[in-house]
């Protein structure tokens, strides 16, 4: 090939390639700039590459809440780049163990929530909850204490005398295996009336259809369970709610909260999301930041009257202790049962 030379004589294709390599080096240097000044894409805690684990199958309680949080987090463009995937095991405690093992990752966010906490005792395993960094809890879900239409029971107070007068005779089931919210309400209501939790005849059941057709069955003397699944039983009149477990009646019952009642118990289901361990603090602040916008935008607000789910946020250190009573007083009736 024949070069064209310039009038000093150096070759003009030798030139170019100086230009081309100088307009390079000056854009790297003005990316490298930019990235300083914290404006490229990806710098910032709503652009980074985030994921979601989730604890359970697609369909459950934790896989609505997360990713029903990361589609309003999308949808709102806080931030535009989330992955969710399902880790199933162990009612939780393989995911929980999988969170505390990615120490230091600070792109990591798990759904979680009671059932979690109790599986991780009965499932014997060191993943502590307590061990994660806290981000927020975002709902709350009260129990119901349910009886079929049939049933003699008419009050919580009815139920309560006939179970403290057949303990092992009265059946009771729900929807969680043993540690889970299901489980541990029948086993705090028992202790609040004077029964020891280790004397319930608890049975799990594989959710609300398999408990709904006990209940009519007559295979079940009473369930212990969220409410939302059982909503059109109720308003046909199939099942009755005796109690619900919250600080306050619920609306859309005509039951009594169990503080109402005279029974010194509250209790609820909720969920919330962690961080792996060891996230420095301004990453931590940064993560509850993309929560709180999510929480505070209207399509949030929407998710939670559309799935009849009662917000709870708390975020940080107050979600920390929380997390930290949650974990003390399930370890305690697990203890009891022998389960932990």
Request: glycine share 12%; with cysteine.
């Amino acid at each position: 090939m024949t070069w064209l030379r310039g009038a000093s004589g150096r070759d003009l294709g030798h030139s170019v390639q100086m230009v081309r390599r100088r307009t390079f080096l000056a854009g790297s240097v003005a990316s490298l700039a930019l990235a300083g000044c914290g404006v490229t894409r990806g710098e910032n805690a709503g652009a980074r590459r985030l994921r979601m684990m989730i604890p359970n199958r697609p369909g459950g309680g934790y896989d609505l809440t997360g990713r029903a949080a990361v589609k309003v987090m999308e949808d709102e463009d806080i931030t535009p780049r989330f992955e969710v995937f399902n880790v199933v095991g162990a009612s939780g405690t393989v995911a929980m163990a999988r969170l505390i093992n990615e120490a230091g990752n600070d792109n990591l966010l798990q759904c979680m929530g009671l059932g979690v906490v109790g599986a991780v005792y009965t499932n014997k395993s060191d993943a502590r909850v307590s061990l994660a960094t806290p981000i927020a809890r975002l709902i709350q879900e009260d129990e119901g204490v349910v009886v079929p239409a049939d049933s003699p029971f008419k009050t919580i107070d009815d139920c309560v005398s006939a179970w403290k007068a057949d303990v092992k005779g009265m059946t009771v089931g729900g929807g969680s295996s043993p540690g889970g919210p299901d489980h541990l309400f029948p086993m705090e209501l028992a202790r609040a009336v004077g029964i020891k939790p280790a004397d319930v005849n608890y049975t799990p059941y594989d959710g609300g259809g398999e408990i709904l057709a006990a209940l009519l069955g007559s295979k079940l003397d009473m369930a212990t369970t969220g409410l939302g699944e059982f909503a059109e039983q109720i308003k046909n009149g199939k099942v009755r709610v005796l109690a619900t477990s919250g600080e306050k009646a619920l609306e859309g019952t005509d039951a009594p909260a169990l503080k109402e009642a005279g029974i010194d118990l509250t209790f609820t289901n909720w969920r919330g999301i962690l961080a792996p361990p060891d996230i420095s603090g301004e990453r931590t602040a940064e993560l509850i930041a993309l929560l709180q916008k999510m929480h505070d935008s209207k399509a949030w607000q929407d998710v939670l009257v559309k799935r009849e789910w009662t917000d709870a946020f708390i975020t940080g250190d107050e979600f920390g202790t929380f997390l930290k009573e949650q974990d003390d007083r399930v370890a305690t009736t697990l203890k009891e049962l022998g389960l932990a």
